[in-house]
T-cell receptor, first 114, second 113 residues
Framework: DTGVSQNPRHKITKRGQNVTFRCDPISEHNRLYWYRQTLGQGPEFLTYFQNEAQLEKSRLLSDRFSAERPKGSFSTLEIQRTEQGDSAMYLC????????????FGSGTQLSVL | GENVEQHPSTLSVQEGDSAVIKCTYSDSASNYFPWYKQELGKRPQLIIDIRSNVGEKKDQRIAVTLNKTAKHFSLHITETQPEDSAVYFCAASIQAAGNKLTFGGGTRVLVKP
């Protein structure tokens, strides 16, 4: 499968714990995006990378959230001191950038905070 | 920032009929408008997109129209089939500004056989 890959698919954690998700983009895609989707809603933009540089963060991304893309390939999203309101599907997308840019999404990580 | 409104939130059609979903956007600088289909528990899949220099685009049974003046765009699905049942999302972005998509709230389409 050469699509966007996300791990784990599901994560259940207790409130206050830290969690980390991983995203492997489509090979050679230099842009990588993180979105959050709650039930019945459209995805909401969180942050994006151009290669290893994090170029923008949404105001939705509190200080408890941090994302990295150390070598411009895979990315991790960490949530510290999780809260019940963090429960959502976390989606990753990648693109080639440039004029004819299309975003391709992974299947997401479903986070449940108990 | 950009705001995208999508209507209707649910749509039930008989197999073979057409389905139309409408979206409006607020930022006149937006120039890229993709549509995604999301089946239950699966990833959003890009089904068609349109850029602001084009008024209409068609791909088999799917078409999208864009009215830049009114700031609205629509998805048309003709000859609907049961496998078209899913949630459809419209989105808008400014491609020169990182192409960060702002999504509408989604339309749940049910095609009844």
């Amino acid at each position: 499968d050469t699509g966007v890959s996300q791990n784990p698919r599901h994560k259940i954690t207790k409130r206050g714990q830290n969690v980390t998700f991983r995203c492997d983009p489509i090979s050679e895609h230099n842009r990588l995006y993180w979105y959050r989707q709650t039930l019945g809603q459209g995805p909401e933009f969180l942050t994006y990378f151009q290669n290893e540089a994090q170029l923008e963060k949404s105001r939705l991304l509190s200080d408890r959230f941090s994302a990295e893309r150390p070598k411009g390939s895979f990315s991790t999203l960490e949530i510290q001191r999780t809260e019940q309101g963090d429960s959502a599907m976390y989606l990753c997308a990648s693109s080639l950038g440039g004029f004819d840019e299309k975003l391709f999404f992974g299947s997401g990580t479903q986070l449940s905070v108990l | 920032g950009e705001n995208v409104e999508q209507h209707p939130s649910t749509l039930s059609v008989q197999e073979g009929d057409s389905a139309v979903i409408k979206c409006t956007y607020s930022d006149s600088a937006s120039n890229y408008f993709p549509w995604y289909k999301q089946e239950l528990g699966k990833r959003p899949q890009l089904i068609i997109d349109i850029r602001s220099n084009v008024g209409e685009k068609k791909d088999q049974r799917i078409a999208v129209t864009l009215n830049k003046t009114a700031k609205h765009f629509s998805l048309h699905i003709t000859e609907t089939q049961p496998e078209d049942s899913a949630v459809y999302f419209c989105a808008a972005s400014i491609q020169a500004a990182g192409n960060k998509l702002t999504f509408g709230g989604g339309t749940r389409v049910l095609v009844k056989p």
